[in-house]
């Protein structure tokens, strides 16, 4: 005759290795998504300073000066940007940035857009994603 306690014990050896299965299934997944908010979080903070830098970049850029001349105005436009976006880690040779519409005349749309790819770190060995992200801003203000 099998005791309660034989039967019980049948049970654990027949369940022995199933937390260990679990594991192997479920591990690969939560370090996925662990990997992958931490990796989008860089970026998406890169992208925020990207913006910020593009804004101060048109914020210099719309400010009103007498003998207007659009070369100038543009290198300094492009000079903040590239400094601004250095502070938060950006390297600034990287950085694209193209200027439209300096000294054309108070009311005129002053446009600053700017680019920079972003390498990913962590999932850049998964396969089917891009190696690199280009994160781009865009800021319009009106020329004073």
């Known amino acids: ?10 049970k654990r050896r027949a369940q022995a290795g199933t937390s260990t299965v679990e594991a192997v299934i479920v591990l690969p997944v939560m370090l996925l998504l662990v ?23 048109a914020r210099v850029g719309v400010v009103f000066r007498s003998p207007c001349d659009a ?13 601004f976006a250095s502070t ?3 390297d600034p040779a990287e950085i694209t940035t193209n200027v ?3 000294c054309t005349g108070t009311g005129t749309q002053l446009i600053v857009d700017a680019s920079v790819p972003y390498d990913f770190v962590a999932l850049d060995s998964l396969a089917g994603l891009v ?5 781009t801003a865009r800021t319009v203000m009106r020329n004073e």
């Open 131 to 135: 190696p690199t992200l280009n994160l």
């Open 88 to 90: 938060s880690g950006i």
């Open 1 to 10: 005759m099998v005791t309660q306690t034989t039967k019980i014990a049948r």
């Open 71 to 83: 070369g100038p105005v543009t290198n300094l436009v492009e000079t903040t940007v590239s400094s």
């Open 100 to 102: 439209t519409g300096a």
């Open 35 to 57: 990997f992958s908010i931490a990796e989008l979080g860089i970026a998406f903070t890169r992208s925020n300073s990207l913006t910020n830098a593009v804004r101060e970049g």
